[in-house]
Every structure is written in C-alpha cells, then in structure tokens.
C-alpha cells in the first residue's frame, strides 16, 4: 500500500491478508493461490503488510472488547490514512469484522470476501478456466462456515464458483443455515476444547467424509485448519483433501 | 347468582393478573435501556412474519404443522370466548348466536365450526406434543435443565389445553342432544351433532346441566391460563410479539459495541471525548440480569423452551456444558428471583450475594460457545442467547480477569504483535516470497 501511496497511484482494492493467511503455513497458500489469480485478472490490489494487524476479532469474541477496539482503532487509522474505500479478504471473520463492526467506530468501507470478489471476476469473463475439467464431476462437499453463512448470509457465491468448476457437489447434511461449525470461532481457536464427548470438528468431518467426497471445500483459513485436523484424525488426509474454493480455482486457470 | 359469581370470578382474575403481568414488565424494565435502529415498517413486518406467521417455525415442518393447528385453534376460539364473557355478564345464553340467528345464521354456524373443527386439530396436535414429550422422548424435550418444574410447566400446559377443548365440546354436545330431543331448531355443530349422540338418553335438564358444565369448564380454564400463564413458559404467547417486533436488524455477525470503552480508547489515543462522569465508575460486560439489556430480559420471558437453539448448538451437541436455552432459562429465573426479592423489600434492591454469572450460569459453559450464531439462526421468536453470551464473557475478561492461560496468550500476541500467535509484525509480508 506504500508503494502505491509513493508512486502517487492508488490500487482498485486492498487484500486484507489477515493472521491466518500471513502467518499459517496452510493459509499462507491460499493467500497465494488468491493474490496469483488476481494478478492473473489484472486486478490493480495491494497489501498493508508490516501495517496490517488483528483485526479484533477474536479478542472481542472472548470477552476482550478493550483490545478489540484498541485494535480496530490502530486498523481503521492505517486505512482511512490510505483513503482505502474497498476491501477483499479470505477470511470470514476479517471480512465480518471489517464488514459490520467497523463503521460503528469510523472505519467505513465496501468490504467482499474473496468468493464475492471470485464469483464478480468468473462472471465478468475476467477469471477463464482453461482446465475446467480437471475437477469435472469430481465428488466435492461445501463447509459453509459461520461466519461467511449465518453471520453474513453468503451462501451463494461459492457455490456458484462450485457449479463453475462443474464438480459433483454432495452437499451435507447440515448446511447454509443449519450449517455446523468447525469449532474454531469465539476464540476456540486458540484454547483446548471444554470438556465433552468429541471435538466439534471430528464431528462436522464425519459429516463431511460421510458424503463420500474426494475434495473438503471450505472458505476460511480457520476451518480448513479445523477440517484437516479432523480428516487426519480419521487417517483419511491420503484420500480427501480440504481446499479453498481460491485453490480449486487457481489450478483450474 | 351465575351473573355474581362470574363477575366475581372475572375481577378476581383481572386484579390478580394485573399484579403479575405488571410484575413481569417491572423485571424486563430492571434491565438497560435498548434502542432499535429499525424502521417500524420493518418491525410490523417481522412481527407479521414472524410472530404472525410463525415463519421460523417451518424450518421443521411437522412441529411446526401441529404447532399452528394449536395457534389458530387458540386464535379463533377468542371469538367463542367473548361470547362466553358477554353471555357470563348478562346471564343470557349464546347471545352473539342469538342475535346472528334472526339476521344470518350462517355466519354463526360457519364460524362455530371452524372453531370445533380447529380445536379438534388442536387436541390431535396436543396429544401428538404430550407423547412426543413424554413417551418417545424426543431429546432436546428430555435434557437434563428441564428436569423438575420446565417438564411439569409443559405438561400442564398441554393438559390444561385438553381440558379447555373438552370444555367447548362438552358444552356444544350437550346443547346439541337437546336440540335434537326436543326437535327444536338452532344451530348446527359439525362435530358435537356427532358427539351428542352418545347423550341423547339424557334428560333435559341433565342435558343443560351437562352444558353448563362445559361452559365454566371452559370459562374456568381460561381464567386459569391467563393466570397460570405469567409463571410459565407459555408466556411466549404474548411475548413472542413484541420480541418479533424487536428482531435485531443487524447482520449476525456483528457484536453489540461498548461506547463506553471507544471513549477510554479515544482518550488513550489523544482524542477529545466528552467529558464523562468521573464519580461513575464503568462496569465492563453483564454480571447479572440488571447488566442486560431489557431487550435480553424480554428475550428470556418470551422463550418457550423448545430447544432448538441446544439442539443446533455445536457445543451442546458434542457433549460440551453448553446449552443456549438454559441460558435464556437461567436469566428467566435469576430475573424472577431478584423481582421476588425486590417486591419483599418495597421494590429496593438489596444484594443478596447472588448474580446471573456463577450462580446461575458457570464459566465452563460460557467458555464453550463458538460464537457460531446456529442458536440464534434456529430461535423461532428470535432469541439471542449468544447476545448474553458475550457480555458475561466480557465481565469475565474485563472485570474478574478470569481467562484462560491460552486466551492471556493470545490476547498478549495480539496487543504486541498484532496477531494471535507469536510472530512479529514485521514478518507478515513475507508470505509474499515463501
């Protein structure tokens, strides 16, 4: 974002990179996947790196609503400081926090998630799938997850790049708005599970492998670390994979 | 004599309901204010959808199916019951029928009918909750919160219902069979012709004692319900308007801001703020129902214990402590204890070394929610336990210090190096060239 500012230039859009996708090893792929395909797109975006921070959002959620703010505060200095007017991210929770929590402390912007921006570009042209075929009929099962589904109702643009893709989609069971967690949001993330009979992500990937699906595909860094964990608890990460919508994409182009 | 005893009877009702109801909105009103950002226009239509039209709850379609036999049932038979007040006030005898029988006897007939034919709905559905709650035991009914008075309040309920339509049949057959011995003209019961026949040897005079009967059965189970109604679940009844009228409009996703914390942060930073009462010291998150906001309290007097919320709750249904109704359980009776002790001390507040978190709600359950919003997706009169959630779990950071050894981890890397784990800021781009 500072070259752009010294070049006197200003990008179409920021990519929101978030925790996950800077740091985990997992994410950090599809933060690749994701900036390659819109550096393929010619789509003119840029990064804050080093200024980019938490954006609160699983402070808030435990409890820590001091530091939430703090954190929002720092963030929305940085982005009204760029002049940012719109926002992609590939995470869910980024995306919700920018989205809904921001504007009540002065942070104002249009803010997509990486599967809106996906489904814009595929429908303008821009993104061309050469190797569509690639995961044609392939048996596939979307995990929605909270915070892109119940908490935001976007329930349609991954599946619309699903359909794209012309995959075999076995939706579970428990999906859009009944849709099952992870177990990762309000903070789980970073705490041991509370007590009880079985973790919620073995749970939700039982339901997921039940489908008989090849490909896990999820929208959020959190619940693919989540749904991976689960598929190599049932020794199954030779067989089924769990993806990124971005990843499916990218290797399809 | 008839005309005493049910004016008595109806005053009685009247001043001892009018003590609860209003009991009830002095406890919703011990909560904070809340304000609701919606246009009326909307709020009218999410009442008509949702409390109206029980839209939610048609995400289950059988329950909710025999759910609203039970609901118009009860809706239409209101027409009966004013009949039956009017005709209690004056001593005289289907006095809405009577009138409408000189003038257009069909309205009357039609409309009786349909109320017998509803409230035969209304018992099939009625016997269809009873077994379901109490023979197959269906699990979300059977869950260890509902243990003790939540099961008897349903069942009691469910009973009083059957008595209430066994009231209006009772008083249609027996009319019935006397218009059919005696061969007398008047109206036309769809079911209860079919019912009197199991009558017609009675006498006249049993025949209009049996009516009778039926009629204060009827008119006694109502006057029971209305007063039985504050103390039970059933109160969604009525609640489940206003809490329609009230949906929040926001996204889901987004959490209840403090304004409170935005000052100290501005002024940390530098910023002008208003000048705040420096006497008043803050309170971080809810401690007890007084902490809530009215709109939680009334949340809590709306719910009606279904369990959908638990049932879809990733936390419960993994087998954590965590269940969302009882939060909204707890809250319910932590409310009506602290009204109890307020209305003993001439409505002060005097601390009784009790409150909402620890004793009523512990912080293993808090500790469980995954914020993941599937409670509050489910609730058919959209109920936010994940609302309540948060601000115990906020007095819990906040106020107690009261964290997890991980989350003062991650609270610390988030404040130092703007991320939850241990990384430094500096390296976040380098995933650009990993």
Redesign the interface.
């Known amino acids: 974002m500072a070259d752009y500012l010294a070049a006197g230039d200003q990008p179409d859009i920021l990519f929101w990179?978030g925790?996950a996708?800077?740091?985990?090893d997992r994410a950090?792929r599809i933060?690749?996947a994701f900036?390659d395909i819109l550096a393929k797109c010619g789509i003119k975006f840029a990064?804050l790196?080093?200024e980019?921070?938490?954006t609160?959002d699983?402070?808030?959620?435990?409890?820590?609503?001091?530091?939430f703010?703090?954190?929002a505060?720092q963030n929305i200095q940085v982005l009204n400081g760029y002049e940012v007017k719109k926002i992609v991210t590939a995470c869910p929770h980024c995306f919700?926090t920018l989205?809904?929590?921001y504007p009540?402390?002065g942070g104002n912007y249009e803010v997509i998630h990486h599967t809106q921006l996906l489904q814009e570009l595929l429908d303008q042209g821009k993104i061309k799938l050469s190797d569509a075929s690639k995961f044609k009929g392939k048996r596939v099962t979307y995990h929605d997850s909270?915070?892109l589904g119940?908490?935001?109702?976007v329930y349609e643009a991954p599946r619309s790049l699903l359909a794209a893709l012309d995959v075999d989609l076995a939706e579970m069971g428990r999906s859009k708005?009944?849709g099952?967690?992870c177990?990762?949001?309000?903070?789980?993330?970073?705490?041991?599970?509370?007590?009880?009979?079985?973790?919620?992500n073995t749970?939700?990937t039982k339901e997921a492998l039940d489908t008989g699906a090849e490909i896990i595909v999820a929208n959020c860094p959190f619940c693919t670390t989540m749904l991976e964990d689960g598929v190599k608890s049932y020794e199954k990460q030779t067989e089924v994979k769990v993806l990124d919508i971005v990843e499916l994409l990218n290797s399809s182009i | 004599m008839t005309i005493i005893l049910f004016s008595l009877l109806f005053f009685g009702v009247i001043f001892f309901s009018y003590k609860k109801y209003h009991r009830i909105y002095f406890n919703i009103k011990l909560g904070k204010d809340y304000s609701n950002p919606n246009p009326t226009s909307e709020k009218l239509k999410n009442m008509a959808l949702i409390a109206l039209g029980q839209k939610k709850m048609f995400?289950r379609p059988i329950s909710a199916i025999f759910h609203f036999f039970i609901y118009v049932a009860f809706v239409f038979t209101q027409l009966e019951l004013l009949e039956i007040l009017l005709d209690g006030f004056t001593g005289s005898h289907r006095m809405i029928g009577h009138a409408l029988l000189d003038y257009c006897p069909a309205i009357y007939s039609t409309l009786i009918n349909l109320i017998e034919i509803l409230s035969l709905l209304a018992l099939i559905a009625t016997f269809i909750f009873l077994s379901r709650r109490n023979l197959l035991k269906l699990p979300r009914l059977n869950m260890d919160e509902l243990k003790g008075w939540p099961m008897k309040d349903a069942n009691i309920i469910l009973i009083g219902e059957i008595l209430l339509v066994f009231g209006i049949f009772l008083m249609n057959s027996a009319e019935s069979a006397w218009l059919i011995n005696s061969n007398g003209t008047g109206y036309h019961f769809i079911l209860s012709s079919v019912f009197a026949l199991l009558f017609t040897s009675f006498s006249a005079d049993a025949l209009q004692m049996l009516s009778q009967l039926g009629w204060w059965l009827h008119l006694i189970g109502i006057f029971g319900f209305i007063l039985y109604l504050p103390y039970s679940k059933h109160l969604h009844i009525l609640l489940a308007f206003p809490n329609a009228y009230l949906t929040n409009p926001?996204?889901?996703?987004?959490?209840n801001?403090?304004p409170e914390?935005?000052n100290?942060?501005?002024s940390m930073?530098g910023e002008a703020v208003e000048a705040s009462d420096p006497n008043a010291i803050p309170k971080?998150?809810a401690r007890d129902i007084t902490d809530l906001s009215q709109k939680n309290l009334l949340d809590a007097y709306a719910c009606t214990e279904c369990g959908r919320c638990t049932s879809?709750c990733?936390?419960n249904?993994?087998?954590?402590?965590?269940s969302p109704r009882k939060i909204m359980m707890d809250t319910r009776d932590r409310m009506e204890e602290v009204g109890r002790l307020m209305e003993v001390n001439n409505n002060e507040w005097k601390d009784d070394g009790k409150s909402l978190l620890h004793n009523y709600i512990s912080v293993?359950e808090l500790?469980?929610?995954?914020?993941?919003?599937?409670c509050?997706?489910e609730c058919p009169v959209n109920i936010s336990p994940l609302d309540i959630i948060?601000q115990?779990?906020?007095?819990?950071?906040?106020e107690e210090s009261n964290?997890?050894q991980?989350?003062n981890?991650?609270?610390g890397n988030?404040?130092n190096n703007?991320?939850?784990?241990k990384?430094a800021?500096?390296?976040?781009?380098?995933?650009?060239n990993?």
């Open positions: 990179v925790c996708g800077s740091f985990d950090k933060s690749k900036s990064i790196g080093q980019e921070s938490c609160g699983p402070a808030r959620r435990a409890g820590n609503e001091f530091l703010q703090m954190m505060y919700n989205k809904n929590e009540e402390l909270c915070y119940r908490a935001n109702n708005k009944t099952m967690c177990g990762a949001g309000g903070g789980q993330m970073f705490k041991e599970e509370e007590n009880g009979k079985e973790r919620i749970n939700r | 995400s926001n996204a889901k996703g987004q959490i801001y403090m914390i935005y100290e942060i501005k930073m971080f998150g879809a990733p936390a249904q993994t087998g954590k402590k965590l293993e500790r469980g929610c995954t914020t993941c919003n599937a509050v997706e948060v115990l779990r906020r007095n819990l950071i906040m964290s997890p991980e989350w981890g991650m609270f988030i404040e703007g991320a939850p784990w990384f800021q500096s390296e976040r781009a380098n995933w650009v990993s």
